[in-house]
């Protein structure tokens, strides 16, 4: 029991220090803030010089003034250093991947490669509907 003890102690340490609250996700959320809790939400995950993403560049940049105060529309460079992890932490392995959450902050669909306009607006506009 005695050898026990330091272990016990050293993993409630750990755990308080890694599973605290302060500055870790909610539960629901994959990084900080994403997806955007009670609204639709789609990230693009993929990198500023990747030659899909940066055709994609401009649609997400209409949706995103096109849909603002209704779904968050939000990219993320995976290649940026300041983003390292994130590609990881919503699973992805191929650039651009376009992930939709209905407003609970569940996955609701997923597509890998250029995503046209039309099709994105189709997806948000479907999720929107959802109650």
């Given at each position: 029991?005695?050898?026990?003890l330091p272990?016990?102690?050293?993993?409630m340490?750990?755990v308080a220090?890694?599973?605290?609250?302060?500055?870790m996700a909610?539960?629901?959320?994959?990084?900080?803030?994403?997806?955007?809790?009670?609204?639709?939400?789609?990230v693009?995950l993929?990198a500023?010089?990747?030659?899909?993403?940066?055709?994609?560049?401009p649609?997400?940049e209409e949706?995103?003034a096109e849909?603002q105060?209704?779904?968050a529309v939000?990219?993320?460079?995976?290649w940026?250093?300041?983003?390292?992890?994130?590609?990881k932490?919503?699973k992805v392995?191929?650039?651009?991947?376009?992930?939709?959450?209905?407003r609970?902050?569940?996955?609701?669909?997923?597509?890998?490669?250029?995503?046209d306009?039309?099709?994105i607006?189709a997806?948000?506009?479907?999720?929107?509907a959802?109650?």
């Amino acid at each position: 029991m005695k050898t026990l003890l330091p272990a016990f102690l050293m993993l409630m340490l750990l755990v308080a220090i890694c599973g605290g609250a302060a500055g870790m996700a909610a539960a629901d959320e994959i990084v900080p803030g994403l997806p955007v809790q009670g609204t639709v939400t789609m990230v693009d995950l993929g990198a500023k010089t990747c030659v899909p993403c940066k055709m994609m560049a401009p649609i997400l940049e209409e949706l995103k003034a096109e849909y603002q105060g209704r779904a968050a529309v939000v990219f993320i460079d995976v290649w940026d250093q300041a983003n390292a992890g994130k590609a990881k932490a919503f699973k992805v392995t191929t650039i651009p991947t376009q992930i939709f959450f209905d407003r609970h902050g569940k996955e609701a669909f997923r597509h890998v490669g250029f995503f046209d306009k039309a099709s994105i607006a189709a997806k948000l506009e479907a999720l929107l509907a959802q109650p």
